[in-house]
């Protein structure tokens, strides 16, 4: 690109002027930007998708100008446009069900030279490159919308338009593109604008952010400003205003140079950050109530950080509250529980232990504590709008979302307790469950005489009774609050107290490794803990559902070193229907953590239930075994087996680390060898065939057929060998057990 080009705008638009029939749609717009991120906020009718579909000449242009880089691009056809270096992300993606991944990005890619190419696409979004044979209906709403993006990058445009792209997207999801944002705004070779109605995103990824009402710029504004001024957006964006909106003296007029807005007279005061917008907003939209709004607002401890002309805006990671001295969190709702929650914040602080008052409350309502719920939810994906909504099944669910995002943030956490009942205890478990085995955590609740596996899960959380209602303080609460108190004052003093012994074994311990087991697989993992034990601690898992989750998050939290997860049948129960079943993510953790992973199909040729009586009537020909009086087994069809083949493949194809993966010829459990029950050749050769047509084999990653049982020693030896080869030997790593 020569100089004189490359020194234009990137986007230069005058007086654009287009009509839908007798409708004046966009009514001279004028508009610039020169490189980076640039923002166009406004509720929807008001012109911000007819002003991208005029610049890529989707809709005729009346009158006006629309230069790219100085050359004149108004009422060119639209493949000449993007052949000049314009590239789209429309609303609603506009994708190729019947196209994939990698046909989409192949017809794109080639259109202009440069550095995004498709192999560098499938390394920006490695999902992608897992996906690129499914069509596009096939993707998730994320999936698409990285598809839709990265389909434009591969054309190497010089100015991308992106019109809605947070727009139906998951929380995560919405943080995934606000990031990729911000990158893009690094890159000298692209410029970006971005429509958007999410105020909170506009004003996070650009300096300056463009209002637009009734088909004009009605002006554009320092985002930081915008961010922090509540009565602004409520001004700028509310409804039934925006005929009557003019330009206020100390806001720049539209298509002038936007500069930094004056900070308060005290810059190191706290800041409020508020997003009035909390749903997608129309023309018909009610405001939201401005307690809503405040509740949902974000308070920062320094001035309002703004992108400097000369050095890009960079995303800060958040920062982790590990300072200071170990800390016991005292989670629940104080706009109900205040009073108990204080009751037991004050028993551990007498106790010598430093404290702190949470909030996950999600009324809206102001409470006296250390952290807020409004602070709380802000760690939720789309900020605290998705918290203080109106329907309570929602706003707990979010609220729980958030507080495990705020938790994980968290360096110096001793332990965790809470009281409450069922909502409370569903607001905290999440993220109890996310900490690490050993950290004390205890829910003292109504609910705790039932079945608590759905708080539990896989972690080690202790629940107590609260035996009356936790509702104020009375004789018998008083006792069970403060044994509860007490207990966890003293489980995070004995811990405190063994750390520093506890770290100076663990420094000379053994490493780890989990081994998945099932009674028909015992034989099997006997004799692998036995060779393994010199070199190894051998954590064993009984594979009932909760045994493969428990596996999984120690590996997560870095507390295993290796897998041996011999016995898979989880996947069964998860596929059929059993009571035994392993979650969605059965696997992720192994993906995420890329631990050297051995495995095998260990007892996937039966599927659990109860009692005869239990059994779902479409099984009730099928062939069973009576293990004992409470659990009948079910023999898996080779049409099932390939189901599994499928679904196993797939996620091990999702495993970057060492990978190998075992298939014994002799039978896959117990049951199932020459002579007994479940013996089926056929079965185990349909499933067997699944997992080698599904897994792409590397050098990294193998399928290894055993002319074996799974449960002979032969077998078993098989296993330590390949674990020993892809871990090392003793010594190689130590990863052990805290």
Known sequence: ?????????????????????????????????????????????????????????????????????????????????????VGYVPQGRRLWRSLSVD????????????????????????????????????????????????????????????????????????????????????????????IEQNIGVATAVSRNVAIMVNGRINRIIDSARLAADRELQQRLLGVGLHAELTPDLDVPAAGAEAKAAPQHAHPNRPIRIYISNPTSPTRWSQPAPIARIEAAARTLSTQVARLDETAPRKREPVTSQSLGPPVVLVVGTLDTKGTELRFIRDIISGSGLRT???DVSTSGKQATCDVSAQEIALNHGRGGSAVFGPDRGVAVTAMADAFANWIRRQGNIAGVISAGGSGAASLVAPGMRTLSVGVPKLIISSVASGDVGPYVGPADITMMHSVTDVQGLNSISRAVLSNGANAIAGMVKARLDHREARERA???????????????????????????????????????????????????????????????????????????????????????????YVGSVGALDMVNFG????????????????????????????????????????????????????????????LGARGQPFWDPEADAALFRALEHTVRQTGNRELIRVKQNINDPEFASTIVSAFRTLFGRAGARRRVVR
């Not at 990137?10 to 980076?36: I, K, M, N, T």
């Not at 509720?43 to 050359?71: D, Q, W």
């Not at 690129?132 to 598809?147: C, I, V, W």
């Not at 190497?156 to 606000?178: H, K, R, S, W």
Request: proline share 5%.
């Open 506 to 596: 663990a420094s000379a311990g053994l490493p780890a490794v989990g081994i998945t087991m099932f009674g028909v697989t015992t034989p099997a993992v006997q004799k692998i803990a036995a060779d393994l034990r010199a070199d190894f601690e051998c954590l064993v898992f009984h594979a009932t559902g909760v045994g493969g989750c428990s596996m999984e998050k120690l590996v997560e939290s870095g507390q295993l070193a290796g897998v041996i997860d011999l016995t898979t049948t989880e996947i069964c129960d998860l596929l059929m229907g059993g009571v035994f079943p392993a979650t969605d993510d059965r696997f992720g953790a192994i993906i995420r953590t890329r631990v050297p």
């Open 103 to 194: 046909e989409h990005l192949r017809l794109a890619g080639g259109m202009r030279a440069g550095a995004w190419t498709v192999e560098r696409i499938y390394e920006t979004f490695p999902r992608l490159a897992e996906r690129k044979d499914h069509g596009g209906g096939q993707l998730s709403g994320g999936e698409q919308q990285m598809l839709a993006i990265s389909r434009a990058l591969v054309t190497n445009p010089q100015l991308l338009i992106m019109d809605e792209p947070t727009e139906g997207l998951a929380p995560v999801i919405v943080a995934q593109v606000e990031e990729m944002l911000l990158r893009l705004g690094d890159d000298d070779d692209i410029a970006v604008l971005v």
């Open 611 to 670: 009692a005869p009586d239990t059994i779902l009537e479409r099984y009730r020909n099928r062939k069973f075994h009576v293990h004992n009086p409470q659990v009948t087994l079910m023999r898996t069809t080779a049409e099932e087996n390939e189901r599994m083949g499928r679904w196993i493949g797939e996620r091990l194809n999702q495993m970057d680390g060492p990978v190998r993966f075992f298939l014994p010829e002799g039978g896959v459990s117990a």
């Open 1 to 85: 690109m020569n100089e004189a080009r490359r020194s234009a705008a990137a986007l230069e638009v005058r007086g654009l002027d287009v009509y839908y029939g007798h409708s004046h749609a966009l009514q001279g717009v004028d508009l610039s930007l020169d490189a980076g991120v640039f923002s166009v906020v406004g509720r929807n009718g008001m012109g911000k998708t007819t002003l991208c579909k005029a610049i890529m000449g989707l809709v005729p242009v009346r009158g006006g100008s629309i230069r790219v880089r100085g050359e004149d691009i108004t009422r060119r056809p639209p493949a000449h446009i993007a052949r000049l270096g």
């Open 356 to 358: 702190r008052l949470v």
